[in-house]
């Protein structure tokens, strides 16, 4: 499901994608420049995150980062490198100006998106459902409620259709 501009006009948030799970599926060694990916990003600004080295690759910053917190991230392979002997991939959001600083491991690539002559295999909206939920908590709260008090209430009348039939 992706969740944010980033991929757009490829991919527009909401948009519910068709995905192969790594490892599975395919072999995340066998990614290619132009996927698209979904991997486990660790981000700069968690104070878990750390950076266990930088690296320059063809004239951008790349970060080697770890930690134990991580977000999927779907964006597009632009890069295939290889440093000590690990490959790494570098990615970008096709909406996005700059690469994403996170040097890829193969290792963090869960899926990919399945694509028919290159167009991304999508279900447009479905994922505002799941968004719209996760971003208002309240909300959803309300939601799961009101379906507690409707089923309850159905119930009630269920029994009591039911007494009235017995006598």
């Given at each position: 499901?992706?969740?944010?501009?980033?991929?757009?006009?490829?991919?527009?948030?909401?948009?519910?994608?068709?995905?192969?799970?790594?490892?599975?599926?395919?072999?995340?060694?066998?990614?290619?420049?132009?996927d698209i990916v979904?991997?486990?990003?660790?981000?700069?600004?968690?104070?878990?995150?750390?950076?266990?080295?930088?690296?320059?690759?063809?004239?951008?910053?790349?970060?080697?980062?770890?930690?134990?917190?991580?977000?999927?991230?779907?964006?597009?392979?632009?890069?295939?490198?290889?440093?000590?002997?690990?490959?790494?991939?570098?990615t970008k959001g096709?909406?996005?100006?700059?690469?994403?600083?996170?040097?890829?491991?193969?290792?963090?690539?869960?899926?990919?998106?399945?694509?028919?002559?290159?167009?991304?295999?999508?279900?447009?909206?479905?994922?505002?459902?799941?968004?719209?939920?996760?971003?208002?908590?309240?909300?959803?709260?309300?939601?799961?409620?009101?379906?507690?008090?409707?089923?309850?209430?159905?119930?009630?009348?269920?029994?009591?259709?039911?007494?009235?039939?017995?006598?």
């Amino acid at each position: 499901m992706v969740v944010s501009d980033s991929m757009v006009p490829v991919m527009e948030r909401g948009d519910f994608v068709i995905v192969s799970n790594a490892n599975w599926e395919f072999n995340p060694n066998d990614v290619q420049v132009g996927d698209i990916v979904v991997y486990k990003a660790h981000w700069a600004t968690d104070n878990y995150t750390i950076i266990e080295s930088n690296i320059l690759v063809n004239n951008k910053l790349l970060y080697l980062l770890d930690g134990p917190t991580t977000k999927p991230v779907i964006h597009r392979v632009i890069d295939k490198v290889q440093y000590k002997n690990n490959t790494y991939i570098v990615t970008k959001g096709d909406n996005n100006p700059i690469n994403d600083p996170e040097l890829i491991s193969v290792n963090q690539i869960k899926q990919k998106v399945i694509t028919i002559n290159g167009a991304p295999l999508v279900i447009p909206y479905i994922g505002y459902i799941s968004i719209i939920l996760k971003e208002n908590i309240i909300l959803a709260s309300l939601l799961i409620i009101l379906l507690y008090a409707y089923d309850y209430i159905r119930g009630d009348n269920k029994r009591k259709n039911n007494k009235q039939k017995t006598q």
